[in-house]
């Protein structure tokens, strides 16, 4: 089979429709905690049960998103129609989600989650034909590492714009008022998704289909799911490598400024998780081609481990954090990319095994899996700061301490552990059951 080449202009269009999705959400993940205890004023603990609720029901969202996915034949194909139907609910949410009424508590936690769910539910609308999409687009492997490349790029543009931008931009649109400035900066990541989003429908095609009939049985098909064995890696990879993001992503600020007692480091270190993945996407599918994707992923996390169990014993000496910071970002960031090709790996192993490729269904336990990661790492944190007795202005010791520790130990633990499942990655395609 001779090898399939995209242009540019497709693979462009896919890798910033990551952007489209997920601009919104890093936003959410790095500063929606900060903004419900700092600016609207609602508990650590409460935040944290809100997240976590709302992400555990996506479970049954994610799966029926996935199964709709499946099923859907339409005039754009069975994954374009989502981002079509989706741009416009999905921006106009995402400024909801920054813009909680001047209400009493109880009806600002229950507004709280209203639209936080309903972020969640849409971004499953996106983010799931999304990931679906690539298998469809290309069957060759060097192709599919290129997308991967690109979506890296997308993702650590967004997570620039979601991290490194947002407090400047708060400031400087707000004029002092942190609640207008953070509405509007979600309306200004809100146009520019949309926009992204657009592109990636305009731009690309779905060459390669399950042909099976769209009237399967639910049951027998999650079933299959769970004994895909390539799957089930990706799937708790996906997990562990999200809780670790989540947990960093909301609280780095307060450990920057509580522990380290340095504000400004805020600006350095969320970008250097987005800079890094940037800096990756451009050599990370070389080096996963020479060494193949799994022991690459597995290299980088080990490198990753290593490096971020060494900071707590050099926070006196920032240059030198900040550097072993910096290298350890780099080296999970090849594991991301490595981890979108390995989906598109999975599908090809269902289709092996059962004679069809369900791109929906194992999508969304993916989506499920990185929601859910993430909020596992936000809730667990924010539970971390409700049980040392957090309050802004007024950290104690026990207090700073645990956001010490959880920063860094805690990574380590998830490190670890995502090493020893891409250990269990299968060594080859099974053979379809005669």
Not at 236 to 257: E, K, N, V
Not at 293 to 308: D, E, K, W, Y
Not at 402 to 414: D, F, N
Request: proline share 4%; net charge positive; hydrophobic share 55%.
């Amino acid at each position: 089979m001779q090898p399939e080449k995209l242009g540019f202009a497709e693979r462009l269009s896919y890798g910033f429709g990551d952007m489209g999705t997920s601009l919104a959400y890093n936003m959410a993940s790095g500063f929606l905690l900060f903004y419900y205890t700092n600016v609207v004023g609602l508990p650590a603990a409460a935040v944290g049960t809100v997240f976590l609720v709302a992400r555990l029901l996506d479970a049954v969202i994610d799966a029926l998103v996935g199964i709709a996915v499946d099923k859907t034949r339409s005039r754009w194909g069975r994954t374009r129609v989502y981002f079509l139907c989706t741009a416009v609910p999905y921006a106009l949410v995402s400024v909801a989600v920054f813009h909680v009424p001047a209400w009493g508590q109880p009806a600002q936690l229950v507004y709280a989650f209203l639209t936080f769910k309903a972020l969640g539910i849409l971004m499953s609308c996106q983010a799931i034909p999304y990931t679906a999409l690539m298998p469809m687009m290309t069957l060759d492997r060097s192709e599919r590492l290129n997308l991967s490349g690109m979506r890296s790029i997308g993702t650590s543009v967004s997570v620039v714009l979601g991290a490194a931008a947002v407090m400047p931009l708060v400031a400087a649109l707000g004029g002092g008022d942190q609640q207008r400035g953070f509405t509007l900066v979600a309306a200004l990541f809100a146009a520019i998704g949309f926009a992204c989003t657009m592109m990636l429908f305009r731009n690309c095609r779905e060459r390669h289909h399950d042909h099976t009939s769209p009237d399967f049985a639910i049951l027998p098909a999650v079933k299959e799911m769970l004994h895909n064995r390539a799957w089930l890696v990706v799937f708790a990879s996906c997990l562990l490598y999200f809780a670790r993001f989540g947990m960093m992503m909301a609280a780095t600020a307060y450990f920057a400024i509580d522990v380290m007692g340095r504000p400004w480091m805020i600006s350095i270190m969320l970008p250097a998780v987005a800079g890094m993945l940037l800096l990756s996407a451009f050599f990370a599918p070389a080096i996963l081609a020479r060494t193949g994707t799994r022991n690459g992923a597995v290299a980088a996390l080990t490198i990753a481990a290593v490096l971020f169990a060494a900071l707590p014993f050099v926070q006196d000496h920032v240059a030198l954090f900040l550097a072993l910071y910096i290298a350890g970002c780099l080296a999970t960031s090849i594991t991301i990319t490595a981890t979108f090709a390995m989906f598109a790996e999975t599908v090809d192993y269902h289709e092996a095994k059962y004679g069809t490729r369900r791109e929906g269904l194992l999508s969304a336990g993916i989506s499920l899996s990185t929601k859910l990661g993430m909020a596992l790492g936000t809730a667990g944190f924010a539970y971390v700061l409700g049980a040392f007795g957090y309050a802004p202005g007024h950290v104690t010791d026990a207090a700073r301490q645990a956001i010490r520790w959880t920063y860094s130990g805690g990574s380590v633990v998830l490190l670890i552990a995502q090493t020893l499942v891409l250990m269990l990655w299968p060594a080859g395609r099974p053979a379809h059951p005669s």
